[in-house]
C-alpha cells in the first residue's frame, strides 16, 4: 500500500510512462525494446551536458572533500517529533480512503489525490511553523531570498544527476514485466481530455514536488538529522523512504534522484532548489509522454 495516493496516481504513472519512452525511444521494426535507444536530439545534448556537469562536480568535491561530508552545514533546529509524521501520515490514509471511493479510472480519484497532497503541504507548513526554530524561512528554508542562486542550483543539480537517473531506468527497462503503465494515462490517453492533461503535468511539474520536498526533505529529513545528528543518515534513510513509495522498478533512479535532492537541500539550507530539481524530472518526464 502506497501512502501518498498522489503519488500512486500520477508521479509512478509519470515515472512508467518515462521508462516506457526512455526504453523505445528508437521504436523498431518489430515492436521490441531496443538495448540502446535512439535518444531524440534535444534529450542527448541534455545528458552530454549534464555528464559533464556532473565529473566537474565530482573533481570539485574531490579537491574540496570538506563540503562533501555536510559537517559544517548548520543543523535546522527543530522539535518535529514522531506524532507529527504521524499526524501526517493519518492525512494520508484519509486522503486514500476518500479517493478510494471513487472508481479505479475516475478523473474524481486523481483530482481528490491531488487535493490530498495540497492539504499535505499545507499542514507540513503548518507543523514546521510551529516546530523549527528559524520558522518557515530560516528554519524549514520555505524562502526566495538567495532565489538566482538557487535557481542555478536546481537546474545545475538537475542535469548532473539526469544522466545517472536516465541509465538506471534503462537498466531497469530490460527487466522482463517489471514496468506496468497506470490505468489513469491509459484513460487519458483514450478520453484525449484537455483538461485532464493539464491537470496531470500541473500537479506533477508543480504540486507533487512542492508537496513532497515538503515532506521528505523539509520534515523527514529534518527529524532524522535531528536524532541522528549525521546529515547523510538523514539524506540515505528520507531518499529510501521517498523512493520506497514508487513503483519497484522505479525505486534506484528515484533514489539517486533524491539523494541529490537531500544533499542540495543540506548544503543551502533552502527547498527552492530540491523542488526545482524534483520539478524538471516530472517535467521532462511529462514531455517524454506527451511527446509519444
Not at 152 to 161: K, Q
Not at 172 to 180: G, K, N, R, S, T
Not at 229 to 255: E, G, R
Request: charged share 15%.
Amino acid at each position: 500500500m502506497r501512502l501518498i495516493p498522489n503519488t500512486q496516481l500520477v508521479l509512478a504513472g509519470i515515472s512508467a510512462r518515462m521508462g516506457d519512452f526512455l526504453a523505445n525511444a528508437g521504436g523498431g521494426s518489430s515492436g521490441a525494446q531496443s538495448i540502446i535507444p535512439v535518444i531524440p536530439s534535444w534529450r542527448l545534448f541534455l545528458l552530454s551536458l549534464g555528464l559533464l556537469l556532473l565529473v566537474a562536480w565530482i573533481i570539485h568535491r574531490l579537491l574540496s572533500k570538506q563540503k562533501f561530508s555536510l559537517d559544517r552545514t548548520p543543523a535546522r533546529d527543530n522539535n518535529l517529533n514522531l506524532l507529527h509524521l504521524l499526524f501526517i501520515v493519518f492525512l494520508m490514509l484519509v486522503g486514500m480512503s476518500v479517493a478510494g471511493s471513487f472508481e479505479e479510472n475516475s478523473k474524481w480519484r486523481f483530482i481528490v489525490g491531488a487535493l490530498g497532497q495540497i492539504v499535505i503541504a499545507a499542514a507540513v507548513i503548518y507543523i514546521a511553523a510551529q516546530s523549527f526554530r528559524g520558522r518557515l524561512k530560516r528554519g524549514l528554508g520555505v524562502t526566495l531570498r538567495r532565489w538566482k542562486s538557487d535557481l542555478a542550483r536546481g537546474v545545475i543539480g538537475y542535469l548532473a544527476i539526469a544522466p545517472v537517473c536516465f541509465v538506471l531506468l534503462q537498466l531497469m527497462a530490460m527487466i522482463p514485466d517489471l514496468q506496468d503503465t497506470h490505468p489513469l494515462l491509459e484513460q487519458m490517453d483514450m478520453s484525449k481530455s484537455p483538461f485532464l492533461t493539464f491537470l496531470f503535468v500541473f500537479v506533477a511539474v508543480v504540486v507533487a514536488p512542492l508537496s513532497e520536498e515538503l515532506l521528505f526533505r523539509g520534515m523527514i529529513q529534518s527529524m532524522i538529522r535531528k536524532y541522528m545528528k549525521n546529515a547523510w543518515i538523514a539524506i540515505i534513510v528520507a531518499s529510501t523512504l521517498f523512493a520506497m513509495l514508487h513503483p519497484l522498478w522505479s525505486w534506484p533512479a528515484l533514489f539517486v534522484l533524491a539523494v541529490a535532492m537531500g544533499y542540495n537541500y543540506e548544503r543551502c539550507g533552502r527547498l527552492m532548489p530540491s523542488i526545482l530539481i524534483h520539478s524538471l524530472f516530472n517535467a521532462v518526464a511529462c514531455i517524454g509522454w506527451l511527446t509519444m
